[in-house]
C-alpha cells in the first residue's frame, strides 16, 4: 500500500514571495505522483503530474514540482505567488494500474496575503 | 479534456430522507467511478469505487445500506445517501480515472446538509 505526507497543513505566504510545499510518499512499487488544486466548494483541479522521465514537472499556473526518488518527496514551489492562489493543495499518488486508487495527502492551506 | 459533470452542487434535506447525487461523464467513458467524502479542512477519503454493470466496492467502515452506489451505464454513476442524519453532512466528490497519463477527473462536488 502507498501512503502520502503533507507535513504542513498551513503555509501563509506573502504576494510574490516564494513558496514550496512538501510531499512525501512511501510505496513498495513505483507510483506516480500528482498535484491537485481544490478552490472552496469546488473539485480538484489537477496542477501537474509526475509519470516518468524528467524530474521536473511544470504544470499550470506557474508551479513546478521536482520528484525525489532517494528522498521520496514530490515537493510543489512557485517563485512568485498570488493572491489567487490561495487554495487548498493536494499531493496524490497512484500506482500503474488502469483504475488504481489515487491515495490523497492531508492537504495543505495555502494562504496569500498581501 | 475529460470533463465529470456532478449534481446537484447543493443540497439540504430533512433528517430522515434520501438523497441522490450524480455523476456523469460528458466526453468519456468511465467504467470506473470513485466516490470521496470531504469533512471540513480534511483530506478526501475514499468511500467506494463503483464498476459498471457490476456491485461497488466499499472502504472499510463505509456502509453499504446507508450509501448506495449505482453505475447503471458507462457515462452514470449514482450515490444515494439513505435516511440522512445530520453527521451524513459533508461534501461528496466523485471521480473518474482517465488514461494512465492523465490522472483523474473529478466532479464539482456535492455540498450536502441535512437538517
Known amino acids: 500500500a502507498q501512503s502520502v505526507t503533507q507535513l504542513d497543513s498551513q503555509v501563509p505566504v506573502f504576494e510574490e514571495a516564494p513558496v514550496e510545499l512538501r510531499c512525501n510518499y512511501s510505496s513498495s512499487v513505483s507510483v506516480y505522483l500528482f498535484w491537485y488544486v481544490q478552490y472552496p466548494n469546488q473539485g480538484l483541479q489537477l496542477l501537474l503530474k509526475?509519470?516518468?522521465?524528467?524530474?521536473l514537472v511544470k504544470g499550470i499556473n506557474g508551479f513546478e514540482a521536482e520528484f525525489n526518488k532517494s528522498q521520496t518527496s514530490f515537493h510543489l514551489r512557485k517563485p512568485s505567488v498570488h493572491i489567487s492562489d490561495t487554495a487548498e493543495y493536494f499531493c496524490?499518488?497512484?500506482?500503474?494500474?488502469?483504475?488504481?486508487?489515487?491515495?490523497f495527502g492531508t492537504g495543505t492551506r495555502l494562504q496569500v496575503t498581501l | 479534456g475529460a470533463v465529470v459533470s456532478q449534481h446537484p452542487s447543493r443540497v439540504i434535506c430533512k433528517s430522515g430522507t434520501s438523497v441522490k447525487i450524480e455523476c456523469r461523464s460528458l466526453d468519456f467513458q468511465a467504467t470506473t467511478m470513485f466516490w470521496y467524502r470531504q469533512f471540513p479542512k480534511q483530506s478526501l477519503m475514499l468511500m467506494a469505487t463503483?464498476?459498471?454493470?457490476?456491485?461497488?466496492?466499499?472502504e472499510q467502515g463505509v456502509e453499504k445500506d446507508k450509501f448506495l452506489i449505482n453505475h447503471a451505464s458507462l457515462t452514470l454513476s449514482t450515490l444515494t445517501v439513505t435516511s440522512a442524519h445530520p453527521e451524513d453532512s459533508s461534501f461528496y466528490i466523485c471521480?473518474?480515472?482517465?488514461?494512465?497519463?492523465?490522472?483523474?477527473?473529478f466532479g464539482s462536488g456535492t455540498r450536502l446538509t441535512v437538517v
Open positions: 509526475y509519470l516518468s522521465g524528467s524530474t
Open positions: 471521480s473518474a480515472p482517465g488514461h494512465i497519463t492523465e490522472g483523474y477527473t
Open positions: 496524490a499518488v497512484r500506482t500503474s494500474g488502469t483504475a488504481s486508487k489515487l491515495t
Open positions: 463503483s464498476n459498471e454493470g457490476s456491485k461497488a466496492t466499499y
